[in-house]
Protein backbone atom coordinates (compact mmCIF):
# COMPACT_ATOMS: atom_id res chain seq x y z
CA UNK A 1 0.00 0.00 0.00
CA UNK A 2 1.30 3.43 -0.95
CA UNK A 3 2.26 5.99 1.89
CA UNK A 4 4.42 8.61 1.61
CA UNK A 5 4.36 12.25 0.86
CA UNK A 6 3.73 13.43 -2.74
CA UNK A 7 6.87 14.56 -4.82
CA UNK A 8 5.92 15.64 -8.15
CA UNK A 9 8.60 16.29 -10.82
CA UNK A 10 8.52 19.27 -13.17
CA UNK A 11 7.91 16.42 -16.21
CA UNK A 12 5.01 15.52 -14.04
CA UNK A 13 3.31 18.22 -13.89
CA UNK A 14 4.12 18.84 -17.50
CA UNK A 15 2.78 15.36 -18.91
CA UNK A 16 -0.51 15.71 -17.31
CA UNK A 17 -0.95 19.60 -18.33
CA UNK A 18 -0.47 18.27 -21.54
CA UNK A 19 -2.77 15.46 -21.46
CA UNK A 20 -5.54 17.48 -19.90
CA UNK A 21 -5.44 20.26 -22.68
CA UNK A 22 -5.66 17.22 -25.42
CA UNK A 23 -8.39 16.03 -23.82
CA UNK A 24 -10.48 19.38 -23.60
CA UNK A 25 -9.60 19.76 -27.01
CA UNK A 26 -10.89 16.74 -28.01
CA UNK A 27 -13.70 17.07 -26.23
CA UNK A 28 -14.58 21.11 -27.45
CA UNK A 29 -13.85 19.71 -31.16
CA UNK A 30 -16.38 16.56 -30.83
CA UNK A 31 -19.28 19.17 -30.23
CA UNK A 32 -18.64 19.84 -33.75
CA UNK A 33 -20.25 17.50 -36.05
CA UNK A 34 -18.21 17.99 -38.77
CA UNK A 35 -15.13 16.94 -36.28
CA UNK A 36 -17.12 14.28 -34.70
CA UNK A 37 -17.78 12.71 -38.45
CA UNK A 38 -13.68 12.99 -38.96
CA UNK A 39 -12.78 11.16 -35.65
CA UNK A 40 -15.88 8.79 -36.70
CA UNK A 41 -13.75 8.13 -39.65
CA UNK A 42 -10.69 7.79 -38.24
CA UNK A 43 -11.70 4.83 -35.75
CA UNK A 44 -13.62 3.27 -38.78
CA UNK A 45 -10.70 2.38 -39.55
CA UNK A 46 -9.79 -1.16 -38.01
CA UNK A 47 -5.80 -0.57 -37.66
CA UNK A 48 -6.66 2.69 -37.06
CA UNK A 49 -8.74 1.50 -33.95
CA UNK A 50 -5.96 -1.14 -32.57
CA UNK A 51 -3.43 1.37 -32.70
CA UNK A 52 -5.47 4.29 -30.97
CA UNK A 53 -6.13 1.68 -28.41
CA UNK A 54 -2.03 0.40 -28.00
CA UNK A 55 -1.26 4.67 -28.00
CA UNK A 56 -3.70 4.94 -25.13
CA UNK A 57 -2.27 2.09 -23.02
CA UNK A 58 1.14 3.33 -23.50
CA UNK A 59 -0.10 6.76 -22.59
CA UNK A 60 -1.96 5.04 -19.36
CA UNK A 61 1.56 3.58 -17.99
CA UNK A 62 3.44 6.96 -18.30
CA UNK A 63 1.21 8.48 -16.89
CA UNK A 64 0.92 6.17 -13.96
CA UNK A 65 4.77 6.71 -13.82
CA UNK A 66 4.48 10.40 -13.54
CA UNK A 67 3.07 9.69 -10.04
CA UNK A 68 5.97 10.08 -7.50
CA UNK A 69 6.16 10.39 -3.69
CA UNK A 70 8.40 10.07 -1.38
CA UNK A 71 7.80 6.70 1.11
CA UNK A 72 7.68 6.88 4.36
CA UNK A 73 10.70 5.63 6.38
CA UNK A 74 9.53 3.45 9.40
CA UNK A 75 12.35 4.27 11.88
CA UNK A 76 11.16 7.72 12.99
CA UNK A 77 13.04 10.16 14.81
CA UNK A 78 12.51 10.52 18.38
CA UNK A 79 10.74 14.01 18.20
CA UNK A 80 7.89 11.39 16.69
CA UNK A 81 8.27 13.56 13.00
CA UNK A 82 7.89 11.67 10.22
CA UNK A 83 10.58 10.80 7.63
CA UNK A 84 10.57 10.45 4.20
CA UNK A 85 12.80 9.02 2.14
CA UNK A 86 15.52 11.18 0.02
CA UNK A 87 14.53 9.50 -3.71
CA UNK A 88 11.24 9.50 -5.58
CA UNK A 89 9.39 6.60 -6.36
CA UNK A 90 6.22 6.34 -8.65
CA UNK A 91 2.90 4.35 -8.71
CA UNK A 92 4.33 2.37 -11.51
CA UNK A 93 7.27 1.74 -8.98
CA UNK A 94 5.16 0.29 -6.17
CA UNK A 95 2.82 -1.72 -8.77
CA UNK A 96 6.04 -3.29 -10.38
CA UNK A 97 7.47 -3.77 -6.85
CA UNK A 98 7.76 -7.72 -7.29
CA UNK A 99 9.68 -7.50 -10.12
CA UNK A 100 12.41 -4.43 -8.88
CA UNK A 101 12.70 -6.75 -5.64
CA UNK A 102 13.22 -9.81 -7.50
CA UNK A 103 16.76 -9.45 -8.21
CA UNK A 104 19.89 -11.87 -10.03
CA UNK A 105 23.57 -11.78 -9.62
CA UNK A 106 23.56 -10.80 -13.09
CA UNK A 107 22.11 -12.63 -16.69
CA UNK A 108 19.66 -14.52 -17.01
CA UNK A 109 17.71 -15.69 -20.06
CA UNK A 110 13.84 -15.21 -20.70
CA UNK A 111 11.70 -17.48 -18.70
CA UNK A 112 15.19 -19.45 -17.30
CA UNK A 113 15.54 -21.43 -14.14
CA UNK A 114 19.57 -20.62 -14.44
CA UNK A 115 22.23 -18.13 -14.64
CA UNK A 116 23.42 -18.01 -18.03
CA UNK A 117 27.09 -18.09 -16.95
CA UNK A 118 28.45 -20.10 -14.98
CA UNK A 119 29.56 -19.65 -11.55
CA UNK A 120 32.21 -21.10 -9.46
CA UNK A 121 30.70 -22.98 -5.88
CA UNK A 122 32.50 -24.90 -3.10
CA UNK A 123 31.93 -28.45 -3.33
CA UNK A 124 33.34 -31.14 -0.98
CA UNK A 125 35.05 -32.47 -3.60
CA UNK A 126 36.55 -28.98 -4.53
CA UNK A 127 35.39 -25.62 -6.67
CA UNK A 128 33.26 -26.09 -9.33
CA UNK A 129 32.19 -24.26 -12.38
CA UNK A 130 28.04 -24.27 -13.08
CA UNK A 131 25.10 -23.14 -13.97
CA UNK A 132 23.50 -22.07 -10.72
CA UNK A 133 19.84 -22.24 -9.89
CA UNK A 134 18.31 -18.49 -9.89
CA UNK A 135 17.63 -16.81 -6.43
CA UNK A 136 14.18 -15.79 -7.71
CA UNK A 137 13.25 -17.13 -10.92
CA UNK A 138 11.78 -20.79 -11.36
CA UNK A 139 11.43 -20.90 -7.20
CA UNK A 140 8.45 -23.21 -7.08
CA UNK A 141 10.33 -25.54 -9.38
CA UNK A 142 11.09 -29.01 -7.47
CA UNK A 143 12.46 -31.03 -10.32
CA UNK A 144 14.40 -29.67 -13.72
CA UNK A 145 12.71 -31.69 -15.89
CA UNK A 146 9.47 -30.46 -15.51
CA UNK A 147 10.48 -26.45 -16.30
CA UNK A 148 8.60 -27.47 -19.75
CA UNK A 149 5.39 -28.30 -18.59
CA UNK A 150 5.37 -25.46 -15.73
CA UNK A 151 5.60 -23.36 -18.36
CA UNK A 152 3.02 -24.95 -20.45
CA UNK A 153 0.51 -24.93 -17.35
CA UNK A 154 1.18 -21.37 -16.23
CA UNK A 155 0.36 -20.35 -19.99
CA UNK A 156 -3.15 -22.87 -20.28
CA UNK A 157 -4.28 -20.81 -16.62
CA UNK A 158 -3.10 -17.52 -17.82
CA UNK A 159 -5.37 -18.78 -21.21
CA UNK A 160 -8.17 -20.06 -19.26
CA UNK A 161 -8.68 -16.43 -16.93
CA UNK A 162 -8.57 -14.53 -19.85
CA UNK A 163 -11.14 -16.46 -21.67
CA UNK A 164 -13.29 -16.31 -17.81
CA UNK A 165 -13.07 -12.64 -18.02
CA UNK A 166 -13.86 -11.88 -21.47
CA UNK A 167 -16.55 -14.41 -21.74
CA UNK A 168 -19.07 -11.97 -20.33
CA UNK A 169 -18.03 -8.57 -22.38
CA UNK A 170 -18.12 -11.25 -25.53
CA UNK A 171 -21.71 -12.32 -25.12
CA UNK A 172 -22.36 -8.50 -24.30
CA UNK A 173 -21.24 -7.66 -27.39
CA UNK A 174 -22.89 -10.55 -29.72
CA UNK A 175 -26.13 -9.27 -27.66
CA UNK A 176 -25.77 -5.73 -28.96
CA UNK A 177 -24.63 -6.80 -32.46
CA UNK A 178 -27.57 -8.58 -32.91
CA UNK A 179 -29.85 -6.12 -31.51
CA UNK A 180 -28.12 -3.27 -33.82
CA UNK A 181 -28.73 -5.88 -36.75
CA UNK A 182 -32.77 -7.00 -35.32
CA UNK A 183 -34.00 -3.52 -34.21
CA UNK A 184 -37.38 -3.48 -32.24
CA UNK A 185 -38.70 -0.58 -33.40
CA UNK A 186 -40.17 0.17 -36.96
CA UNK A 187 -37.37 1.99 -37.77
CA UNK A 188 -35.03 -0.88 -39.03
CA UNK A 189 -33.13 0.76 -41.76
CA UNK A 190 -29.26 1.67 -40.31
CA UNK A 191 -28.28 5.01 -40.88
CA UNK A 192 -25.57 6.02 -43.24
CA UNK A 193 -24.74 9.59 -42.13
CA UNK A 194 -22.09 9.06 -39.83
CA UNK A 195 -19.58 5.94 -40.35
CA UNK A 196 -19.67 3.34 -37.48
CA UNK A 197 -16.55 2.48 -35.63
CA UNK A 198 -14.67 -0.30 -35.69
CA UNK A 199 -16.11 -1.99 -32.51
CA UNK A 200 -15.30 -5.33 -33.22
CA UNK A 201 -11.57 -4.68 -33.96
CA UNK A 202 -11.33 -3.05 -30.19
CA UNK A 203 -12.78 -6.02 -28.93
CA UNK A 204 -10.64 -8.16 -30.44
CA UNK A 205 -7.51 -5.79 -29.83
CA UNK A 206 -8.73 -5.56 -25.86
CA UNK A 207 -9.07 -10.05 -25.92
CA UNK A 208 -5.73 -10.07 -27.19
CA UNK A 209 -4.26 -7.67 -24.81
CA UNK A 210 -6.13 -9.12 -21.56
CA UNK A 211 -4.60 -12.89 -22.53
CA UNK A 212 -1.28 -11.07 -23.29
CA UNK A 213 -1.64 -9.25 -19.68
CA UNK A 214 -2.96 -12.63 -18.06
CA UNK A 215 -0.24 -14.83 -19.62
CA UNK A 216 2.33 -12.83 -18.74
CA UNK A 217 1.02 -12.14 -15.11
CA UNK A 218 0.92 -16.34 -14.35
CA UNK A 219 4.69 -16.58 -16.27
CA UNK A 220 6.18 -13.80 -14.20
CA UNK A 221 5.11 -14.32 -11.05
CA UNK A 222 7.50 -17.19 -10.83
CA UNK A 223 10.05 -16.17 -14.25
CA UNK A 224 12.06 -13.36 -15.78
CA UNK A 225 9.87 -13.51 -18.69
CA UNK A 226 11.81 -11.37 -20.21
CA UNK A 227 15.47 -12.04 -18.41
CA UNK A 228 17.76 -9.55 -16.77
CA UNK A 229 20.43 -7.74 -17.57
CA UNK A 230 24.21 -7.28 -16.25
CA UNK A 231 23.00 -6.30 -12.51
CA UNK A 232 20.17 -8.57 -12.82
CA UNK A 233 17.18 -6.23 -12.94
CA UNK A 234 14.14 -7.22 -14.56
CA UNK A 235 14.12 -6.76 -18.53
CA UNK A 236 10.65 -6.25 -18.71
CA UNK A 237 10.68 -3.82 -15.59
CA UNK A 238 13.13 -1.30 -17.69
CA UNK A 239 11.01 -1.87 -20.66
CA UNK A 240 8.03 -0.45 -19.21
CA UNK A 241 10.06 1.97 -17.22
CA UNK A 242 11.25 3.45 -20.27
CA UNK A 243 7.61 4.10 -21.66
CA UNK A 244 7.50 7.15 -20.10
CA UNK A 245 10.56 9.02 -21.32
CA UNK A 246 9.56 8.23 -24.64
CA UNK A 247 6.21 10.04 -24.41
CA UNK A 248 7.67 12.37 -22.43
CA UNK A 249 10.30 13.38 -25.35
CA UNK A 250 7.25 13.15 -27.87
CA UNK A 251 4.93 14.98 -25.62
CA UNK A 252 6.97 18.20 -24.08
CA UNK A 253 8.72 18.46 -27.26
CA UNK A 254 5.62 18.85 -29.25
CA UNK A 255 4.47 21.19 -26.72
CA UNK A 256 7.38 23.57 -27.31
CA UNK A 257 7.16 22.93 -31.71
CA UNK A 258 3.52 23.94 -31.65
CA UNK A 259 3.10 27.70 -30.70
CA UNK A 260 6.65 28.72 -32.28
CA UNK A 261 5.78 27.28 -35.88
CA UNK A 262 2.04 28.43 -35.45
CA UNK A 263 2.88 32.29 -34.64
CA UNK A 264 6.00 31.92 -36.93
CA UNK A 265 4.02 30.28 -39.91
CA UNK A 266 1.00 32.04 -39.93
CA UNK A 267 2.87 35.79 -39.62
CA UNK A 268 5.77 35.02 -42.11
CA UNK A 269 2.68 33.49 -44.71
CA UNK A 270 -0.13 36.32 -43.87
CA UNK A 271 1.76 39.22 -43.59
CA UNK A 272 5.16 38.65 -45.73
CA UNK A 273 7.32 41.57 -46.25
CA UNK A 274 10.23 41.98 -43.54
CA UNK A 275 8.34 39.74 -41.03
CA UNK A 276 8.40 36.81 -43.64
CA UNK A 277 11.75 37.50 -44.56
CA UNK A 278 12.60 37.81 -40.62
CA UNK A 279 11.11 34.12 -39.90
CA UNK A 280 13.09 32.83 -43.36
CA UNK A 281 16.25 33.92 -41.93
CA UNK A 282 15.61 33.01 -38.60
CA UNK A 283 14.90 29.06 -39.73
CA UNK A 284 17.52 28.90 -42.24
CA UNK A 285 19.83 29.81 -39.77
CA UNK A 286 18.83 27.27 -37.55
CA UNK A 287 18.84 24.59 -40.17
CA UNK A 288 22.17 25.09 -40.97
CA UNK A 289 23.70 24.05 -37.50
CA UNK A 290 24.02 20.59 -37.16
CA UNK A 291 21.33 19.02 -34.70
CA UNK A 292 23.37 16.75 -32.86
CA UNK A 293 26.44 19.02 -32.79
CA UNK A 294 23.39 21.62 -30.83
CA UNK A 295 21.87 19.07 -28.30
CA UNK A 296 25.85 17.95 -27.69
CA UNK A 297 26.14 21.08 -26.58
CA UNK A 298 23.65 22.31 -24.36
CA UNK A 299 23.80 18.73 -22.61
CA UNK A 300 27.24 19.09 -21.90
CA UNK A 301 26.49 22.96 -20.55
CA UNK A 302 23.73 21.92 -18.37
CA UNK A 303 26.06 19.10 -17.14
CA UNK A 304 28.04 21.33 -16.02
CA UNK A 305 25.72 23.71 -14.65
CA UNK A 306 24.30 21.29 -12.47
CA UNK A 307 27.45 20.30 -10.90
CA UNK A 308 28.65 23.35 -10.13
CA UNK A 309 25.61 24.76 -8.64
CA UNK A 310 23.02 22.01 -8.19
CA UNK A 311 24.96 19.15 -7.17
CA UNK A 312 24.14 18.99 -3.44
CA UNK A 313 20.61 20.50 -3.34
CA UNK A 314 18.47 18.18 -6.22
CA UNK A 315 18.24 14.19 -5.95
CA UNK A 316 19.88 12.21 -8.53
CA UNK A 317 15.87 11.78 -9.91
CA UNK A 318 15.45 15.52 -9.95
CA UNK A 319 18.88 15.71 -11.73
CA UNK A 320 17.75 13.15 -14.88
CA UNK A 321 14.62 14.75 -15.17
CA UNK A 322 16.15 17.90 -15.54
CA UNK A 323 18.41 16.56 -18.03
CA UNK A 324 15.48 15.40 -19.86
CA UNK A 325 13.58 18.59 -20.10
CA UNK A 326 16.57 20.12 -21.39
CA UNK A 327 16.92 17.43 -24.23
CA UNK A 328 13.09 18.22 -25.22
CA UNK A 329 13.96 21.98 -25.41
CA UNK A 330 16.56 21.65 -27.77
CA UNK A 331 14.65 19.20 -30.07
CA UNK A 332 11.45 21.61 -29.89
CA UNK A 333 13.60 24.49 -30.70
CA UNK A 334 15.30 22.76 -33.88
CA UNK A 335 12.43 20.84 -34.70
CA UNK A 336 9.54 23.32 -35.30
CA UNK A 337 11.36 24.36 -38.68
CA UNK A 338 9.68 21.65 -40.93
CA UNK A 339 6.31 22.31 -39.87
CA UNK A 340 6.41 26.42 -40.07
CA UNK A 341 7.70 26.03 -43.53
CA UNK A 342 4.49 24.69 -44.33
CA UNK A 343 2.23 26.99 -42.42
CA UNK A 344 3.78 29.26 -44.21
CA UNK A 345 3.13 28.04 -47.66
CA UNK A 346 -0.50 27.46 -46.92
CA UNK A 347 -1.08 30.72 -45.22
CA UNK A 348 0.25 32.24 -48.50
CA UNK A 349 -2.33 30.56 -50.68
CA UNK A 350 -5.00 31.08 -48.10
CA UNK A 351 -4.48 35.07 -47.93
CA UNK A 352 -5.50 35.39 -51.61
CA UNK A 353 -9.09 33.54 -51.03
CA UNK A 354 -11.76 35.86 -51.90
CA UNK A 355 -13.04 35.23 -48.40
CA UNK A 356 -9.96 36.49 -46.82
CA UNK A 357 -9.64 39.61 -49.16
CA UNK A 358 -13.48 40.18 -48.31
CA UNK A 359 -12.73 40.32 -44.66
CA UNK A 360 -9.65 43.07 -45.17
CA UNK A 361 -11.97 44.87 -46.97
CA UNK A 362 -14.80 44.87 -44.72
CA UNK A 363 -11.72 46.26 -42.35
CA UNK A 364 -11.86 42.96 -39.92
CA UNK A 365 -8.63 43.33 -38.14
CA UNK A 366 -6.11 40.64 -38.68
CA UNK A 367 -5.90 38.57 -35.93
CA UNK A 368 -9.61 38.35 -36.16
CA UNK A 369 -8.49 36.94 -39.69
CA UNK A 370 -5.81 34.23 -38.44
CA UNK A 371 -8.24 33.16 -35.27
CA UNK A 372 -11.49 32.81 -37.64
CA UNK A 373 -10.29 31.77 -41.05
CA UNK A 374 -6.57 30.86 -41.27
CA UNK A 375 -6.28 28.79 -37.88
CA UNK A 376 -9.24 26.95 -38.76
CA UNK A 377 -8.14 26.22 -42.25
CA UNK A 378 -4.51 25.11 -40.89
CA UNK A 379 -5.49 22.50 -38.55
CA UNK A 380 -5.47 19.54 -40.64
CA UNK A 381 -1.93 20.07 -41.14
CA UNK A 382 -1.01 20.81 -37.75
CA UNK A 383 -3.06 17.30 -36.53
CA UNK A 384 -1.26 15.39 -39.17
CA UNK A 385 2.41 16.90 -38.62
CA UNK A 386 1.93 15.98 -34.57
CA UNK A 387 0.99 12.82 -34.94
CA UNK A 388 3.71 12.11 -37.57
CA UNK A 389 6.49 13.76 -35.86
CA UNK A 390 6.01 11.71 -32.47
CA UNK A 391 7.30 9.25 -33.73
CA UNK A 392 10.06 10.53 -35.40
CA UNK A 393 11.21 12.03 -31.83
CA UNK A 394 10.78 8.80 -30.18
CA UNK A 395 12.99 7.73 -32.29
CA UNK A 396 15.07 10.37 -32.11
CA UNK A 397 15.73 9.85 -28.62
CA UNK A 398 16.92 6.37 -28.81
CA UNK A 399 20.11 7.16 -31.42
CA UNK A 400 20.61 10.48 -29.69
CA UNK A 401 21.04 7.94 -25.76
CA UNK A 402 22.69 5.66 -28.39
CA UNK A 403 25.48 8.35 -28.73
CA UNK A 404 25.63 9.41 -25.66
CA UNK A 405 23.92 12.72 -26.06
CA UNK A 406 20.62 11.82 -24.65
CA UNK A 407 18.88 11.49 -21.26
CA UNK A 408 20.73 10.63 -18.40
CA UNK A 409 22.53 7.43 -17.97
CA UNK A 410 20.20 6.38 -14.92
CA UNK A 411 16.92 7.40 -16.49
CA UNK A 412 15.20 3.90 -17.86
CA UNK A 413 15.33 4.81 -21.60
CA UNK A 414 14.78 2.27 -24.61
CA UNK A 415 18.14 4.48 -26.07
CA UNK A 416 19.48 3.84 -22.79
CA UNK A 417 18.87 -0.64 -23.15
CA UNK A 418 20.33 -0.29 -26.56
CA UNK A 419 23.53 1.79 -25.87
CA UNK A 420 24.22 -1.23 -23.00
CA UNK A 421 22.72 -3.96 -25.41
CA UNK A 422 26.23 -3.21 -27.77
CA UNK A 423 28.75 -5.05 -25.14
CA UNK A 424 26.06 -7.45 -24.19
CA UNK A 425 26.18 -8.39 -28.05
CA UNK A 426 29.14 -9.02 -28.24
CA UNK A 427 29.38 -11.72 -25.66
CA UNK A 428 29.92 -15.34 -26.79
CA UNK A 429 26.54 -16.46 -26.55
CA UNK A 430 24.86 -13.12 -27.10
CA UNK A 431 22.47 -11.44 -24.63
CA UNK A 432 19.95 -10.46 -27.25
CA UNK A 433 16.75 -10.12 -24.56
CA UNK A 434 17.77 -6.36 -24.06
CA UNK A 435 18.22 -5.35 -27.32
CA UNK A 436 14.91 -7.34 -28.20
CA UNK A 437 12.64 -5.98 -25.66
CA UNK A 438 13.83 -2.55 -26.58
CA UNK A 439 13.19 -2.64 -30.06
CA UNK A 440 9.65 -4.57 -29.68
CA UNK A 441 8.00 -1.58 -26.96
CA UNK A 442 9.57 1.09 -29.52
CA UNK A 443 8.23 -0.49 -32.55
CA UNK A 444 4.69 -1.33 -30.75
CA UNK A 445 4.58 2.28 -29.95
CA UNK A 446 6.50 4.08 -33.70
CA UNK A 447 4.10 1.87 -35.83
CA UNK A 448 0.74 2.81 -33.63
CA UNK A 449 1.13 6.05 -34.12
CA UNK A 450 2.08 5.71 -38.05
CA UNK A 451 -0.94 4.11 -38.51
CA UNK A 452 -3.07 6.18 -36.42
CA UNK A 453 -1.36 9.04 -38.51
CA UNK A 454 -2.23 7.52 -41.77
CA UNK A 455 -5.71 7.41 -40.80
CA UNK A 456 -5.95 11.16 -39.49
CA UNK A 457 -4.00 12.10 -42.27
CA UNK A 458 -7.07 10.58 -44.98
CA UNK A 459 -9.83 11.88 -42.98
CA UNK A 460 -8.73 15.16 -42.10
CA UNK A 461 -6.74 16.19 -45.36
CA UNK A 462 -8.98 18.33 -47.58
CA UNK A 463 -7.98 17.15 -50.59
CA UNK A 464 -7.82 13.50 -49.89
CA UNK A 465 -11.45 13.44 -48.81
CA UNK A 466 -11.94 15.57 -52.10
CA UNK A 467 -10.25 12.59 -53.80
CA UNK A 468 -12.19 10.07 -51.80
Known amino acids: MMSGQFAFLVSDYLIWAVTLIAAIWLLVGMRNSQQRQRWQMVLKRPTAMAAFILLMI??????????????????????????????????????????SQAQERSYSAPLAFKAFSKQQISTSSGAKRVYARLEHGGTGLEHEQDHLTDLLTRTGKGIGLSLLMLTPIALLFGYQRRKQIHP????????????????????????MLTTLFMVATQLGSDYHLLGTDKVGQDVLLLGLKSIRTGILIGALTLLIMLPLALIMGTTAGYFGGRIDDLVQYLYTTLSSIPGVLLI?????????????????????????????LTLTGILGLTGWIGLCRLLRAESLKLRELDYVTAARAF?????????????????????????????GLVLAEAVLSYVGVG??????????????????LAREPAVWWSLATAFVFMFTLVLSANLFADAVRDAFDPRLRGSQ
Do not use: C
Request: hydrophobic share 45%.
Open 58 to 99: YLLIALIDSIHYRPLITNHTNSGDLQYAASEVSVLDQLLMPL
Open 184 to 207: NDQSSEPSTQSPSIAWKTAAITLG
Open 296 to 324: AAAVLSINLYLDQNLSEVITLQQRADLRL
Open 363 to 391: GIPDWQILMRHLLPNLSHIVLITIVLEFS
Open 407 to 424: VDPSMNSWGNMINGARLE
